[in-house]
């Protein structure tokens, strides 16, 4: 396994022998995707919300001066005009700097009730927000972005029906979405087998559902149903363990892992990628964990 995989290895398997103690037999362990969701795009590019708003980000907390006739550089070093449209040029990752009426052309209005992350509320002479999120499943408050004014700020708690935004009147705004932005894929969360010696989980790229225990011989037994087919027979997987297993599933590597103590006390591991055989059983160095 390449370092970068080891360690992403190793920190779960952290949160995996913590997970594995009686106290917490009935924590998740899930795969973290943020990086998948914010993958880098390029100029002018498709983009997912999640990297929209982070993006923004970059310019929060920097002591950045509004200027209509400067500019700042993205974390890649491509610079934008330090101003409320420059700013969402920047988190849209435009190829240029349009105005608030130059916005327009690269978006399609929406329905306010539609607003999503990375969405604006547009005033075609004199300002553009960023829409970050709902702040209630009434939509009735809101959370956004603005460079209006130094530094770039984050607002929160905003009635949509609010007078102003930002010292704007509120009719002035239209709701516009980026025609490249796209929402963020999702990854099932770990499922749990509802047993004292079992875990699941759900492999979205293979559409297959897999069950993880520890049998009565001390063993790893793994069975697999896929697309909604007949579950297969139980195989085994080796090992002697004292813990019910831990099982993820690594979307970017598709690698499942399973993880489990054993009976020495030393937590091991096994993964499979592609599809591929199972590896044998590995130990995450000497260090013993307690079972219950």
Known sequence: MSSTRTSKV??????????LSGAIATTAVTVATATTAQAASSVD??????????????WYGK????NQGATYPDSSGRAYRTDCSGYVSMAWHLGASPSTQGLPGYAT??????????????SFYDHVILF?????AAHTTFSYYSFGSTPVKHITGVSINAATFDSHPNGDYKAYRYNKIVDDPTTPPV????????????NA???????????????????????????SGWASLGG????????????????QEVFAVGTDGVLSHSYSTNGSAWSGWAALGTKTFKTN
């Open 10 to 19: 190793l920190r779960t398997a952290l949160a995996a022998a913590i997970a």
């Open 132 to 136: 970050e999120k709902w702040d209630d």
């Open 63 to 66: 002591t950045i001066a509004y």
């Open 109 to 122: 209005e929406i329905p306010r009730s539609q607003l999503k992350a990375g969405d604006i509320l547009n």
């Open 45 to 58: 590019g498709q983009i997912t919300r999640g990297e929209v708003i982070q993006r923004a980000q970059y």
């Open 191 to 202: 499922a749990q087998v509802p047993s004292s010696s079992g875990w699941a989980l759900y």
């Open 205 to 231: 790229d293979t559409v297959t559902a897999e069950a993880f225990a520890v049998g009565a011989d001390g063993a790893v037994a793994h069975a697999y149903s896929t697309n909604g087919s007949a579950w």
């Open 240 to 255: 002697s363990f004292a813990s019910k297993p831990v099982a993820v599933y690594n979307p970017v590597t598709r690698t």
